[in-house]
């Protein structure tokens, strides 16, 4: 028997494999990591490529939602958030900005988990909506597609 370890989340699955099996490895070759993520976001907010700052494309009467991954994706909400809020917030008043959780059919996240994902600031300084795709009240029909026949209801009323 082989062993092997595989990511899961946060922790790894451990299994063992018979050694006639044969086995192939795939590894990830993507870009080197960014080292200082809330750097290289604040950068990318003030020097966008093919496209003005997002200072510049925000009205003073505007409203902004931020949509944001849930507790079951590993992106860096916590360092991508301050720098986003902060260029945001140089155009509109904070409560002209709402922060929704895309969780699809994922269950709500808790305070404990919101504060883990996004920071203790962002959680106690602004509204962040559960999005619960199961309550058409809080849902917008965007009409029929020519393939579904049933309703199209992925916005949200905030």
């Known amino acids: 028997m082989t062993s092997y370890k595989i990511?899961?989340?946060?922790?790894?699955?451990?299994?063992?494999?018979?050694?006639?099996?044969?086995?192939?490895?795939?590894?990830?070759?993507?870009?080197?990591?960014?080292?200082?993520?809330?750097?290289?976001?604040?950068?990318?907010?003030?020097?966008?490529?093919?496209?003005?700052?997002?200072?510049?494309?925000?009205?003073?009467?505007?409203?902004?939602?931020?949509?944001?991954?849930?507790?079951?994706?590993?992106?860096?909400?916590?360092?991508?958030?301050?720098?986003?809020?902060?260029?945001?917030?140089?155009?509109?008043?904070?409560?002209?900005l709402k922060i929704l959780i895309a969780s699809g059919l994922h269950r709500e996240m808790t305070e404990s988990e919101k504060i883990e994902k996004y920071g203790e600031q962002i959680v106690k300084n602004f509204q962040i909506i559960n999005h619960d795709a199961k309550n058409k009240q809080t849902l917008v029909s965007l009409g029929r597609s020519e393939e579904h026949t049933s309703e199209l209801q992925s916005h949200v009323r905030i």
Do not use: W, Y
Request: charged share 25%; aromatic share 2%; hydrophobic share 35%.
């Open 7 to 96: 990511p899961h989340g946060k922790e790894e699955i451990s299994f063992e494999m018979p050694s006639e099996f044969e086995v192939t490895i795939a590894e990830n070759n993507s870009a080197l990591a960014i080292s200082n993520i809330t750097e290289s976001t604040k950068n990318a907010l003030m020097n966008p490529i093919n496209s003005a700052p997002l200072t510049d494309l925000i009205k003073n009467s505007d409203s902004v939602c931020i949509v944001v991954t849930d507790l079951t994706r590993p992106s860096p909400d916590k360092e991508i958030l301050p720098p986003l809020i902060d260029q945001i917030l140089k155009k509109i008043p904070s409560d002209n």
